[in-house]
């Protein structure tokens, strides 16, 4: 109780101090966590949507995104697709934020920098994989429980509760499986293949939306097993 | 504890602070310094250097090889940074996808490379969405900046980008599109001949990328090659044909069928559907006087008049013909050739009359799949592109023209396709 107490003493201090000139480094924190680092309405995702930084928030979380601790000194990302941090966090917001690319010298930009720097004390972490998966194949479908496991970490944070599509992020989320279910039926693939496709590839490949892809790293497939068996179990 | 503390303030900076319209705030980095880049991409290039700059198509990279470093005993190493290999960098606008860089040339101060971005990507993407591109997407061209790697500037153009070239003065870069796919599609629709099947040829103000002109074709034009004023430019066409293009006459507002004059190869040509010669590549001879056409499907070269636009000889070389370079001394021609892999070596004689040299062959472990040639050090030395088997990392050799043996080679992307030589004055 007293321990409780001292935080809230101290963050309101903080807070007083920080709306009065905040700390480039602590806004980034912020802004890392918020949406609105995309000026689109349309946008409701923020960089910890899909990453951790280090700070422990949603650990039972499954995102698609590497935690970014350390990300600052790596020497590329995006699985070597992008050669320089900017580019990493640029493509993020281009395709998946509805953003443009950030500008290098503009105070937001600067205090996302900052965070991201802040948690990077290694300088010579070395690159992540990231196996995105091109040629899709079938799978077979796994233990379902485990794929509501799978569910809940992985997809229910921006589509919802499975098949009612609950507490999703906005009414543009689409509901699963019910939107793959007809797309499936007009498309006359089976729902599991649609399934696989859209977990692997996102909005790449000619999908569209705003989804990133799960690659090999994020979800294996074991895991995309489970969940076709939990989202399409007939 | 700390930890909370800082979401706790987080959370509250979030509260009181609008994204888009900060405050001022304290910064810890000097503004110079933000989204530093690290170590520069690749050792600025001093002056005199040659670097050869590669397309890797099928992992849309390039390689930036230091031909110093190969014609000095670099070895191969598939690790990215080699002794030769200065660095590969990615090009493309999608990450993830495979975009196809095809072709590439470099501006005569050594400043830029233009990259034509194909989207033609076989096996790239699978799904209900179908394969991805396919050549059904629009082609790109990437104004790459040689000093620090960054794309600088990207243009759309038509399907399936084939060549790039700029004009010797550099004032003008031309594309020409392998749309194989209009050819297909021609052929569904039971047209066998016609402008159904014409590709156009896009000329290109290599400053600002803005698209000048477009210039209806032939059926899927690939490989072109400028006189030495940049006024002419000859074409392979697949349908059997050359197209030789008035670039003088497009430039002055000239109409399509008053720029382009199309001459067959064979005197029994085929279809862009089904050729028989199979046009794929050109090299503009001395002075002008001759283009030869590479043969893909016969393994044949064809000489062209340039002035007369008529055909001239025709020579058959040991494997398919691909794409090659004349010596600075305008005497021999080197053609890279394919099936039986190696390089050919032919003579220029009196009125451009060819006699075979010399055919360099090659192994698949040491070259497989030559694909173009370029001619440096004085006519000594051949810089050679290899696709090698499409899976594993391709290699760019270097041949001593006098013993035909092979001094260096270097391991580059998977399906390295064209080169550009980035000479830095």
Sequence with gaps: ?234 | MRGRLAIVVAVGVSACLDPQALPPLRFDVPVDQVWRDGAPAVAPAVSGERRLIVTNSLDDSVSVVSWDGLINGAVDNAADNTAAQLARFPVGLVPFEREGPHHVTVDPAGAFAFIGISNFVPGGGSGPHGVHGGGTADGRVLKVDLATLRTVAAVRVDKNPGDIRLSPDGSTLIVSHFDLVRVAEAAAAGIERGPELDARLALLDPVTLERTRFVSLCPAPHGVAFTSDGNTLVSSCLSDEAAVVDLAAAKAGAADADVVVRLPLLDAPGTGQLPNCGPYAVTMGPADRTAWVSCYSSGELVAVDVAAKTRGQTVALPGLAVFGDVSDAGDVLAIATQDTDGLMLLQIGADDALSARQFIPFSPDVCGLPHTALFLDGDTRLAVVCEGNKREPGRVIAVDVASGEVIGGVSVGIFPDDIGLQVTP
């Design chain 1, 1 to 234: 109780m007293r321990r409780a107490l001292v935080v809230v003493v101290l963050a309101a201090s903080a807070m007083l101090a920080s709306c009065a000139e905040p700390a480039a480094k602590d806004v980034g924190r912020a802004l890392f966590r918020d949406p609105r680092l995309s000026p689109s309405e349309f946008n409701d995702v923020s960089c910890s949507t899909c990453h951790d930084d280090g700070s422990g928030e949603g650990e039972a979380l499954k995102r698609s995104g590497h935690p970014l601790t350390d990300t600052a000194f790596r020497p590329s990302w995006w699985g070597g697709n992008a050669p320089t941090l900017k580019d990493a966090v640029d493509h993020c917001l281009v395709f998946f934020m509805r953003a443009p690319p950030l500008q290098r010298d503009a105070p937001a930009s600067r205090a996302l920098y900052e965070h991201l720097l802040s948690i990077s004390p290694s300088t010579s972490a070395p690159p992540l994989p990231l196996t995105v998966v091109e040629n899709i194949t079938s799978l077979p479908k796994g233990d379902p429980r485990e794929g509501e496991r799978i569910y809940a970490a992985a997809c229910a944070a921006c589509h919802g509760d499975a098949f009612t599509g609950a507490g999703r992020l906005n009414e543009l989320t689409s509901i699963v499986p019910g939107d793959s279910v007809s797309f499936a039926e007009q498309s006359g693939f089976p729902l599991s293949t649609v399934i696989i496709e859209k977990v692997r590839h996102g909005s790449f490949f000619a999908i569209g939306g705003t989804m990133p892809p799960y690659s090999v790293e994020a979800m294996s497939d074991d895991e995309l097993s489970a969940l076709i068996g939990y989202l399409d179990p007939i």
